[in-house]
């Protein structure tokens, strides 16, 4: 069972920059950008209501790949 999860990428005031999205507690996102530990997290839930910019490539790769594993392994 894949567990997806958001962790922000953070600018130079140590401001969230972007959201990007992870699997199974990776510190490298989905797009393959490695992040900080220490970055805020967030459920992945909460990927279609944040406010604040999302990766693009995390996004489709998110949104590819649920759909199928959830319709795989169910
Ligand atoms: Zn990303």
């Given at each position: 069972m894949n567990v997806y999860g958001m962790r922000a990428e953070l600018g130079d005031q140590g401001a969230v920059k972007m959201w990007h999205m992870t699997k199974d507690?990776?510190?490298?996102?989905?797009?393959?950008r490695d992040l900080d530990p220490a970055a805020p997290v967030d459920h992945d839930s909460a990927w279609t209501h944040t406010k604040q910019p999302l990766c693009h490539t995390c996004g489709a790769l998110y949104l590819r790949q649920v759909p199928y594993e959830s319709m795989i392994s169910g």
């Open positions: 507690g990776a510190l490298t996102a989905l797009c393959n």
